[in-house]
Every structure is written in structure tokens, then in C-alpha cells.
């Protein structure tokens, strides 16, 4: 599932890709209404046909995508939701499979925002006027573009008894940390995920923050070419601990991973070097 490093690697590629390009051409697939929610896919088209493309920004896991049209500003906003991605084709070629909407740019590209599961979305913002969308504007500092704060984390831990696995992955507090770099993170930082976030010593914070950005930072370098596969597609697992149950743990080679649902949600960590 895309999070802070696949959204990075998207922006860097859109920005690559439609650098001084406009849209000639949009289509967008009247059977996955969903990612054109609020709004519909008929009307998502009509309104960006016909732009060029501006500057593209990421916050956490969204993409701010501003355009000109007719001289005005006009913005969408991206999101990968659980299975989306960006990927380029020549004219001509087929569609990818999962395409969701296609954009004909005057190079001769095809832009394909791609997305099996439909939890992505593509939303139009009035004047590129990004502040005024309520989850933008939730949004807390990026962690990878203004760093972590180890005070301000540490303020915020102690504000909450959630533990602190859960706790990182609030996007008002570290916008993009998701399920599986939330639990890199501790393990990383050595702090075991079930832990409440009061009881964390200063320099057990220090150690997350750190281990946070460093996770995030080693994810985008190992990307290789522009197209990802998400572990859940089948793609090979890059990660130390999860979706790595019962597996022995890369650091001690001691203790075998071990899995527990927080929130819904699958945690993976050591029980031996994680305290
Ligand atoms: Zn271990």
C-alpha cells in the first residue's frame, strides 16, 4: 500500500513526466465513479482538458497537482488510496489494466492513474486553492520535507495514550506514515509498537523520529524504475519486519516476528529487541 516513499517517488515522476506538457485529451472511465468522488467522471474531464501543467507538490500521501487553464489556476488533488499509481505509455499503446483515467498529453504520452481497488482518488480544486480543502489543511508538517521535531513528537505522544504504533500513523501528526512505515519505525527505533505514548523516554523519541525518516528515506532509494508493485500485488517484500510473521528477526536472529492487530490494523515486531 502506497505511503510516504511511493507517493514521493509518483511526485517525482509526474513532475519528470509533465514538465512544461499540457492535457490534450482526458478520459476518465465512467465505471469507477469512485475516484472522482465528489464530483463524476464526465465532469472531472471536462474540467481539466485542455490544461497545462504547473508545479507538483506532495504532502504526506497526497499530491497537489496545479494547472493553468485559460489563464487561471486550477488545481487536482491525487490520492493513492491503497492500490493507485501513475504510470506513462506511448500513444498507442493498451491501456494499463487497472487505468481509471487517461491523460493524452501533447508529447505523445499517456498518463494512467491506475487503481485496482478504486480507494484512489482525482479531485478537482477551484483556483488550485489546496488550504481550503479540509484534508489538506489537517495535514501536520512533512516529515520528510521539514523533519520530525523530536520535542514536537514528544509533546504529542504525551498528549495521547494510544499506542504508540497507532498513534504515528495520525496524518495531523506525520502525514504519510502508514501501517507498514509505522511499524518499520519502531522496530528501527527498538520501541515495541503496543507501548503508550506518555511512557516513551526523550531519547526513545529521538531514536523514533530518526527511524522514521531514515525508513522513509531508505524506501524511496530503493525504488527502481518508475513502475511500483505493491507487496500486496505480489512484489517482493522490501521490508524488516512487515508481512514478515513467524520469520526470524534480521537483527537479533534470535526471536521470530511476531504479528498483532492494532486498530484494525496488522503490527509487526520483535519481542526480543523491541521494549
Ligand atoms: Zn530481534
Redesign the pocket.
Known amino acids: 500500500m502506497p505511503e510516504l516513499p511511493e507517493v514521493e517517488i509518483a511526485a517525482r515522476n509526474l513532475r519528470e513526466w509533465t514538465a512544461g506538457r499540457s492535457i490534450v485529451r482526458v478520459e476518465a472511465s465512467p465505471t469507477a465513479k469512485y475516484v472522482f468522488r465528489p464530483s463524476s467522471p464526465k465532469a472531472f474531464a471536462r474540467a481539466v482538458a485542455g490544461a497545462r501543467f504547473g508545479e507538483i507538490r506532495r504532502i504526506g500521501k497526497n499530491l497537489l497537482v496545479s494547472l493553468e487553464r485559460d489563464g487561471a489556476p486550477l488545481g487536482v488533488l491525487a490520492h493513492l488510496g491503497m492500490t493507485g499509481k501513475w504510470l506513462r505509455r506511448e500513444a498507442g499503446d493498451p491501456p494499463t489494466r487497472f487505468s481509471r483515467a487517461r491523460f493524452a498529453l501533447d508529447d505523445g504520452a499517456v498518463l494512467h492513474f491506475d487503481d485496482l481497488r478504486l480507494f484512489g482518488r482525482l479531485r478537482v480544486v477551484p483556483g488550485a486553492r489546496f488550504d481550503e480543502v479540509p484534508e489538506v489543511a489537517a495535514l501536520g508538517p512533512d516529515p520528510l520535507d521539514r523533519g520530525i521535531d523530536p520535542a514536537a513528537l514528544g509533546d504529542a505522544l504525551r498528549r495521547s495514550k494510544l499506542p504508540v504504533k497507532v498513534r504515528l500513523m495520525d496524518q495531523a501528526l506525520l502525514p504519510g506514515v502508514g501501517n507498514i512505515y509505522a511499524s518499520e519505525a519502531c522496530f528501527r527505533a527498538r520501541v515495541d509498537p503496543r507501548r503508550k505514548g506518555p511512557s516513551l523516554a526523550p531519547r526513545e523519541v529521538k531514536a523514533l523520529a530518526g527511524a522514521i525518516v531514515t525508513a522513509m528515506k531508505d524506501g524511496i532509494a530503493r525504488q527502481e524504475g518508475p513502475e511500483i508493485t505493491y507487496v500486496e500485488e505480489g512484489g517482493a517484500n522490501p521490508f524488516l519486519v512487515y508481512g514478515r510473521e513467524g520469520e526470524k528477526?534480521p537483527?537479533?536472529r534470535?526471536?521470530k516476528i511476531q504479528r498483532v492487530v492494532q486498530a484494525q490494523r496488522s503490527t509487526f515486531f520483535?519481542p526480543?529487541?523491541q521494549r
Open positions: 528477526c537483527r537479533c534470535r526471536a520483535c526480543r529487541c
